[in-house]
């Protein structure tokens, strides 16, 4: 079974919204904690969101904070990425994460991977 498996990126104009979805599998799951990344071309992977599994507790980077909302549905396993207001400089490949650490947005504290979906905002 694939850890985790994200979807749902796509091409918007700014201001528009997107909603990410990062399904894992059973035994990814019962990790700690789940996050979203994004990394733009010749720029480091930088942290994004990240929920506490056990007690829905989230954390945001600067830059998203009142746009984004990470949030999860345990019966299906998935963690997603409510994007709101988009614009231009959060066009790059987002990734979802799991991880044992809780409250980091540094992927140095996260385990799984998944492949990555694109986000593009137009101008």
């Known amino acids: 079974q694939v850890p985790l498996v994200d979807s749902g990126g796509g091409s918007v104009e700014a201001g528009g919204s997107l909603r990410l979805s990062c399904a894992a599998s059973?035994?990814?799951?019962?990790?700690?904690?789940m996050a979203w990344f994004r990394q733009a071309p010749g720029k480091e992977r930088e942290g994004v969101a990240t929920?506490?599994?056990?007690?829905?507790?989230?954390y945001y980077a600067g830059s998203v904070k009142g746009r984004f909302t990470i949030s999860q549905d345990n019966a299906k396993k998935t963690v997603y990425l409510q994007m709101n207001s988009l614009k231009p400089e959060d066009t790059a490949k987002y990734y979802c994460?799991?991880?044992?650490?809780?409250?980091?947005?540094?992927?140095?504290?996260?385990?799984?991977w998944g492949q990555g979906t694109q986000v593009t905002v137009s101008s």
């Open positions: 994460a799991a991880g044992t650490v809780v409250a980091s947005l540094h992927p140095y504290h996260y385990n799984y």
């Open positions: 059973e035994s990814t799951y019962q990790t700690i904690s």
């Open positions: 929920i506490w599994l056990r007690t829905g507790n989230t």
